[in-house]
């Protein structure tokens, strides 16, 4: 592999990135929660998670991905119940 110098990053003076390395790197947000939200609450999530990235984390919007897992409450357990039993939800 060959390794170019990074001109992206603020330490790019002697900063050695392989090709692969810059050509996938790009921000990911994974969001997992229960099934259950419209696409308008989607929306809006995105929209609020997208802004709080290019404040806080200095990243461009156009290279952002943001990955909503929706997970049914009969496969999420915390302290060894179901959500589906949960009676504090």
């Keep these: 592999m060959v390794a170019v110098e990074c001109r992206r990053c603020p330490r790019a003076r002697g900063c050695r990135q392989s090709i692969t390395e810059r050509r996938w790197s790009m921000p990911v ?4 929660m229960w099934t259950g939200r419209t696409v308008e609450q989607k ?7 997208t802004d ?6 200095d990243v461009k919007p156009d ?3 943001v990955i909503i ?9 915390r302290a060894g119940v179901l959500g589906i039993d949960r009676k504090d939800v």
């Design 63 to 65: 290279g952002l991905h």
């Design 43 to 49: 929306r809006a999530l995105t929209r609020a998670i």
């Design 29 to 32: 947000v994974t969001i997992q």
């Design 69 to 77: 897992q929706e997970i049914p409450k009969e496969n999420w357990a």
């Design 52 to 57: 709080a990235m290019v404040t806080h984390a």
